[in-house]
């Protein structure tokens, strides 16, 4: 790689490294060193390609989603490590912080599967729709509806007081996580 596609290259990782960080630390149910690993792994495979990448951020979002689900393909997966509760949960109508509300997303978020984690972040973190998740998945729409559908109840049952994320635009019961950005 020439001076100059080194130079695109570094421009692409300052500008883009924290969306994309905050992405991997979704898909990796809160674990900033695997999240980190995630996308230093998708960096490298970019910069090899780079010459060829028409649009980096798509495709190095393709690369942390595909990594992520060979991650939980894999025939013994690794265990989740086992963190402290959260902080005693917010009280509906006592003026909870954002940062409160980003503590229990993300524990919540942590106690799912990796399958169901890795399908709520694509359909409302990354806002995509359900068949461009079920093509990213390798999988059908109808299973893409299905594990939302059980993910969003088990969501709802470790953190209730997500409720009060579901704004006036959203489908009854789906959350809107875009007031609460989950980042480390």
């Known amino acids: 790689m020439d001076a100059e596609g080194q ?15 905050r992405t991997a630390v979704l898909l990796s149910g809160g674990d900033q060193h695997a999240a980190e690993d995630l996308l230093q792994n998708a960096l490298v495979k970019a910069v090899g390609r780079w010459y060829r990448i028409d649009e980096p951020e798509a495709y190095v979002r393709q690369v942390l989603y595909r990594q992520q689900i060979s ?11 086992a963190v402290a509760e959260p ?3 917010p009280v509906a109508g006592d003026g909870a912080s954002t940062a409160e509300l980003r503590i229990v997303l993300r524990g919540a978020l942590a106690k799912l599967t990796a399958r169901q984690r890795t399908v709520l972040v694509l359909r409302y973190f990354e806002d995509l729709p359900e068949a461009e998740v079920a093509a990213l998945l390798g999988c059908s729409v109808g299973t893409v509806r299905s594990t939302t559908h059980r993910s969003l109840a088990r969501l709802r049952g470790l953190a209730p007081e997500l409720a009060r994320l579901e704004g006036p635009g959203t489908r009854t019961g789906s959350p809107d996580f875009s007031p609460v950005e989950v980042g480390p």
């Open 87 to 89: 902080p005693e949960t």
């Open 7 to 21: 130079e695109s290259f570094r421009e692409f990782v300052r500008s883009r490294s924290g969306a994309l960080l």
């Open 71 to 81: 991650r939980w393909r894999l025939k013994w997966p690794r265990r989740e490590l």
